[in-house]
């Protein structure tokens, strides 16, 4: 059974970077895409962007300037860096695993368990 | 903003059929995907593609495509099925990018 567990920082002050790592257990890399997914309070979620197995990088062009996410197969863990954090940036951070079938289908199979983070001075 | 369009909130009766539509112009090249999310939980894939439901979703939750609308279906609603539902998909752009829909608050009556 594939899981992603995650973990990073609950509390930033603003202009710091966020940090948070996603480990895989129990599936392969290859074949598949690994997000970072957030939810502020009572909101939508949004999605931030992905890596591929090659270490291709799509990001939402919303966070695009500030963002990093990286792929280290030896662990079996991605990440997500996000500089410049500001209050609109407190959020529940999920990782999540998608994969696209015959360029059609497209879902968020497994998801981690969620890192609140909160920016405030 | 997001591509991917859902109604704030739906009602149903216990045991009757509840359907959360989302409506965008990525549905006509992509499926759209469906989340469960209760309080203080990770969403959950209900069902995926033209006819996908994981492994241990009950039968009860089906997907369908028209045009630019997906719509969830569930029928025989149950208690335990009250949560936020997202749809998900790709953007209509080139470069293909995740997106997901407003969500719709399913009240069970």
């Known amino acids: 059974q594939v899981q992603l567990q995650q973990w990073g920082p609950g509390l930033l002050k603003p202009s710091e970077t966020l940090s948070l790592t996603c480990a895989v257990s129990?599936?392969?890399?290859?074949?598949?895409?690994w997000n970072w997914i957030r939810q502020p309070p009572g909101k939508r979620l949004e999605w931030i962007g992905e890596v591929s197995q090659s270490g291709s990088v799509k990001y939402n062009p919303s966070l695009k300037s500030r963002l990093n996410i990286s792929l280290d197969m030896s662990k079996n863990q991605f990440s997500l860096s996000l500089r410049s954090m500001t209050a609109a940036d407190t959020a529940m951070y999920y990782c999540?695993?998608?994969?696209?079938?015959?360029?059609?289908?497209?879902?968020?199979?497994?998801w981690g368990q969620g890192t609140l983070v909160t920016v405030s001075s | 903003s997001s591509e991917l369009t859902q109604d704030p909130a739906v009602s149903v009766a216990l045991g009757q059929t509840a359907r959360i539509t989302c409506q965008g112009p990525s549905l006509r090249s992509y499926y759209a995907s469906w989340y469960q999310q209760k309080p203080g939980q990770a969403p959950v894939l209900v069902t995926f593609g033209k006819y996908g439901r994981p492994s241990g979703i009950p039968d009860r939750f089906s997907g369908s495509t028209s045009g630019t609308t997906a719509s969830l279906t569930i029928t025989g609603t149950q208690a335990e099925d009250e949560a936020d539902y997202y749809c998900?998909?790709?953007?209509?752009?080139?470069?293909?990018?995740?997106?997901f829909g407003g969500g719709t608050k399913l009240t069970v009556l």
């Open positions: 129990g599936g392969s890399f290859s074949g598949y895409y």
């Open positions: 998900g998909s790709l953007d209509s752009s080139s470069d293909r990018l995740g997106v």
């Open positions: 999540a695993r998608s994969t696209i079938v015959l360029n059609l289908e497209y879902s968020f199979d497994y």
